[in-house]
């Protein structure tokens, strides 16, 4: 039986979960507390999250296998990462009155991206949106906040995870 998965992030480019170790990149403004993490400062929120729900191209990939609940992703949809919006870190349909990013991207970042629990709710205005564990560019070079992995990497890891199941992102 799948149970509460314990995964950890840490800014040295490592990542561990169900004992096996894997890499990762974090934020291009490193990690930061909680408290100090600011919308677009590139940082990384230390803490513990739980894993929301998740987002699929389904245009390139086929489902991964998890027990999370998966969406497909659609041409209209997005994320508001405006401060000033009702909708800040949320889920939203494209077009939109308020800053939001696409997650229909060229790249192969959201081919999949799971919905962590930072800032979750309500959100506090202007400390972070859009905090995703997704899939990282070769090379691993540094996020704009989030947690990223090399596909095969992230499905394999997501094969043990449930609504229980934490990431934890250290130094």
Not at 26 to 39: C, N, S, W
Not at 48 to 70: H, K
Not at 85 to 110: G, H, I, M, Q
Not at 148 to 153: F, L
């Amino acid at each position: 039986m799948l149970g509460a998965m314990k995964m950890v992030a840490r800014s040295d480019g490592r990542f561990s979960a169900d004992g096996a170790e894997y890499r990762c990149a974090l934020g291009k403004g490193g990690v930061v507390a909680y408290g100090d993490k600011r919308e677009g400062d590139g940082a990384s929120p230390i803490g513990v999250y739980r894993l929301r729900w998740g987002l699929y191209r389904s245009d390139r990939i086929e489902p991964p296998a998890t027990t999370l609940q998966l969406h497909a992703i659609k041409p209209d949809d997005g994320w508001c990462d405006a401060p000033e919006d009702p909708a800040y870190n949320r889920f939203v349909r494209l077009p939109y009155p308020a800053s939001c990013e696409t997650l229909t991207r060229k790249d192969e970042l959201y081919d999949i991206l799971v919905v962590l629990d930072h800032n979750d709710g309500p959100p506090i205005s202007g400390a972070g949106s859009a905090i995703f564990l997704h899939c990282a560019k070769p090379g691993y070079p540094p996020t704009r906040g989030c947690v990223a992995m090399a596909r095969p990497d992230l499905e394999s890891v997501l094969k043990t995870c449930t609504n229980a199941s934490t990431l934890e992102i250290r130094r």
